[in-house]
């Protein structure tokens, strides 16, 4: 399966450029699924899945102009049964995998079934990911967080870790998950932005020591074009690769 791996959405027109060549053909005339899972674990989840479907949050990706576009909720899948819901993912020309929680995300991927199901899709069809959706997409992820992350999905290792900001320093939780396998590279996605003090050039290079194996970190304005044979850089903003 191809991948387009975003820090935040088709921010503009090289990544745009980049995933309708990864398509093969216009987005009027593609048909997407979009995952919201992500975001649940956040307080407000609903309302932003509910404006990132509707092309009123930040980052471009449901409001493209596809020939078709469903929600497809990872949570739901184990009780319903797969022939219902399985062609769908089969005939889709782009899975949209939002951001959010990567560890939740990670694991709904593989409980729901679709991590198992993507290396049988269509070699044309696309992952698209954006910020949680991209770090979920590699085969290890870690993420920062500001306290434990709660509930049943537990992480395969976590550890503290001080990040330094002009504002002092301030202190997260490194938790490191399972991805969904698509890559094996890892991903730190806002790079530089200010609501984002972890992910600063010299916090991403502490952040990707943390990981095991070769990592990009991408601003909001760069993204990941990945085809069966290549990964390459689509940018308009600023990236850094760091090799572990």
Same mark, same amino acid.
């Given at each position: 399966?191809?991948?387009?791996?975003?820090?935040?959405?088709i921010k503009n027109a090289s990544i745009h450029d980049a995933l309708v060549d990864l398509l093969g053909k216009p987005i009027a005339e593609s048909n997407a699924l979009f995952i919201p899972t992500a975001i649940y674990p956040f307080p407000g989840g609903p309302g932003?899945?509910?404006?990132?479907?509707?092309?009123?949050?930040?980052?471009?990706?449901?409001?493209?102009?596809?020939?078709?576009?469903?929600?497809?909720?990872?949570?739901?899948?184990?009780?319903?049964?797969?022939?219902?819901?399985?062609?769908?993912?089969?005939?889709?020309?782009?899975?949209?995998?939002?951001?959010?929680?990567?560890?939740?995300?990670?694991?709904?991927?593989?409980?729901?079934?679709?991590?198992? +199901?993507?290396?049988?899709?269509? !070699?044309?069809?696309? $992952?698209?990911?954006?910020?949680?959706? /991209?770090?979920?997409? %590699?085969? *290890?992820?870690?993420?920062?967080?500001?306290?434990?992350?709660?509930?049943?999905?537990?992480?395969?290792?976590?550890?503290?870790?001080?990040?330094?900001?002009?504002?002092?320093?301030?202190?997260?939780?490194?938790?490191?998950?399972?991805?969904?396998?698509?890559?094996?590279?890892?991903?730190?996605?806002?790079?530089?932005?200010?609501?984002?003090?972890?992910?600063?050039?010299?916090?991403?290079? +502490?952040?990707?020591?943390?990981? !095991?194996?070769?990592? $990009?970190?991408?601003?909001?304005?760069? /993204?990941?074009?990945? %085809?069966? *044979?290549?990964?390459?850089?689509?940018?308009?903003?600023?990236?850094?690769?760091?090799?572990?």
């Amino acid at each position: 399966m191809r991948a387009l791996l975003t820090s935040s959405g088709i921010k503009n027109a090289s990544i745009h450029d980049a995933l309708v060549d990864l398509l093969g053909k216009p987005i009027a005339e593609s048909n997407a699924l979009f995952i919201p899972t992500a975001i649940y674990p956040f307080p407000g989840g609903p309302g932003m899945a509910y404006r990132a479907l509707t092309g009123k949050s930040a980052s471009p990706l449901c409001d493209l102009g596809w020939k078709s576009l469903g929600i497809l909720e990872l949570t739901a899948l184990p009780s319903i049964d797969k022939s219902a819901w399985e062609p769908a993912i089969r005939d889709a020309d782009a899975l949209l995998v939002w951001g959010g929680d990567p560890l939740y995300l990670a694991n709904w991927m593989h409980r729901s079934g679709l991590t198992e +199901l993507i290396p049988t899709l269509r !070699p044309e069809a696309v $992952y698209v990911g954006v910020s949680a959706g /991209a770090i979920a997409a %590699t085969t *290890t992820f870690v993420e920062t967080y500001t306290e434990p992350p709660r509930g049943e999905d537990r992480p395969l290792k976590s550890e503290p870790a001080v990040f330094t900001t002009p504002e002092g320093d301030v202190n997260r939780t490194l938790v490191t998950g399972r991805g969904a396998g698509l890559v094996d590279f890892a991903v730190i996605p806002h790079l530089n932005h200010p609501d984002h003090p972890d992910a600063s050039l010299a916090n991403a290079k +502490l952040w990707a020591s943390h990981i !095991p194996c070769p990592t $990009y970190a991408l601003d909001d304005e760069s /993204a990941l074009k990945i %085809t069966e *044979t290549t990964t390459e850089v689509v940018s308009e903003g600023t990236w850094q690769l760091f090799n572990s």
